[in-house]
C-alpha cells in the first residue's frame, strides 16, 4: 500500500468489502464507494468509525466535486480491462495532486 500522510484524506472506489480500506490508518479520513448492497454492509463493519464516509453507489455516480489527497484501488477490469482504464482516470479527477496507487500482482504474490 502507499504510503499515506498524516490527516490525509483518502478515496477507494469499487471498495467492495473492504479488503483495503480497513487498512486506512484510524486517523485518517476515508471515504468507501461500494455499489453493492451486500458488500456495502461488510464494507462498513470493516472499515467504519469515526471520520469514515460510505457511499452506497457506482464510483461514476460519486461527484468530481469531492476531492481527496490519495486514492487506493483495486479497479474492477471489465471487457478487455476498460473498465479498469476508466476508474483509473476517474480516480485522478477525485485527487488535490496526482497520487493514485494501485496494488501490482507481483506484491499480491509475495504475501500469500
Known amino acids: 500500500m502507499g504510503r499515506i500522510g498524516d490527516g490525509e484524506s483518502v478515496l477507494e472506489p469499487s471498495a467492495g468489502h473492504g479488503a483495503i480500506a480497513r487498512y ?7 471515504t468507501a464507494v ?15 468509525g469515526n471520520g469514515r464516509r460510505f457511499e ?24 478487455g ?12 479527477q477525485h485527487l488535490e495532486e496526482a497520487d493514485v496507487s494501485l496494488p501490482s500482482f507481483r506484491e499480491a504474490r509475495q504475501t500469500k
Open 34 to 48: 461500494e455499489p453493492s448492497q451486500s458488500l456495502f454492509s461488510k464494507l462498513q463493519i470493516k472499515a467504519g
Open 81 to 92: 480491462g476498460r473498465l479498469a482504464v476508466d476508474h483509473v482516470a476517474k480516480a485522478f
Open 24 to 30: 486506512v490508518p484510524r486517523e485518517n479520513p476515508l
Open 56 to 79: 452506497n453507489t457506482i464510483f461514476e455516480d460519486y461527484n468530481v466535486v469531492n476531492k481527496h489527497d490519495v486514492v487506493l484501488m483495486n479497479p474492477p477490469f471489465g471487457a
